[in-house]
């Protein structure tokens, strides 16, 4: 009975149903998925380009744009290095021509001032030999006798002439002498130049009618000139000859 059953179980109307399929080719199937992944591409490609289409963009036309955008790039480029040089030549020619301006005032400046001291130069002969030719202090005269502060701390310029006066025929031989009375940390001093190894050079003096004295002479840079002698000795004699003073403050 238990066969009889199981025959029964497995062939009769209690049987599972079977399906039958037919299978297709594995190259048959992939060539299907394969076409149907290229198709799903193609009309995504074509959407896409359709896509820009409609918005206006083309491939070709943005490649020319892109080519001219870089021409213009670099064309603007090339301007601005040439202006960036044209600009550094102008401001080279800019300090050349205020250097240039700096010394023509300065040389204007200096020939201004020489050409007022020739001025009183020609003024006090003018009066000298109107008024004789004749001086005191034994025939040597000291004339504008100026002293100011120069440019460096501590450092002073001097101006004179020293005139010999018609009476004496002879060549004046002497030197000039300055006494300085200065103040410094609150104590008076006094400096008699020149000294040591500053004797001779500007000091010395020789004319037989006239010579003008410029020149420079330093003190230390925290001291004050309050005033300042000039004094002209004759060779061989420890006498003045001639003196004058001026206060600086």
């Known amino acids: 009975m238990s066969l009889l059953r199981r025959f029964k179980r ?3 109307i209690a049987a599972r149903r ?15 998925i394969l076409a149907g992944f290229t198709f799903t591409a193609a009309m995504g490609w074509l959407a896409f380009d359709a896509g820009r289409t409609l918005a206006g963009f083309q491939s070709g036309k943005a490649a020319a744009e892109q080519t001219r955008l870089i021409e213009e790039i670099a064309h603007v480029q090339d301007e601005n ?26 040389q204007i400046k200096a020939l201004t001032d020489e050409n007022a001291l020739l001025k009183e130069d020609v003024a006090f002969f003018q009066t000298l030999m109107t008024s004789g030719g004749e001086s005191g202090g034994g025939g040597i005269s000291i004339n504008r006798f100026r002293v100011r502060q120069d440019a460096l701390p501590g450092e002073y310029r001097y101006q004179l002439l020293i005139v ?31 000294q ?25 840079p925290d001291a004050m000139v309050r005033r300042v002698q000039v004094r002209v000795m004759e060779n061989g004699s420890d006498t003045p000859k001639s003196s004058q003073t001026v206060n600086l403050s």
């Open 81 to 106: 290095a040439e202006l960036r040089s044209q600009l550094a030549a102008l401001e080279r020619q800019t300090q050349i021509d205020q250097a240039t301006h700096g010394n023509l005032a300065n």
């Open 10 to 12: 497995k062939f009769g």
């Open 18 to 32: 079977v399906a039958v399929h037919t299978r297709a080719p594995w190259y048959l199937r992939w060539g299907l």
């Open 196 to 220: 040591g190894e500053e004797k001779g050079g500007p000091y010395n003096l020789s004319f037989k009618f006239y010579q003008r004295v410029d020149g420079v002479f330093r003190v230390p």
């Open 164 to 194: 010999q006066s018609r009476t004496r025929s002879r060549e004046f031989q002497g030197k000039l002498q300055l006494v300085v009375n200065l103040e410094r940390e609150g104590q008076q001093q006094v400096l008699v130049l020149p």
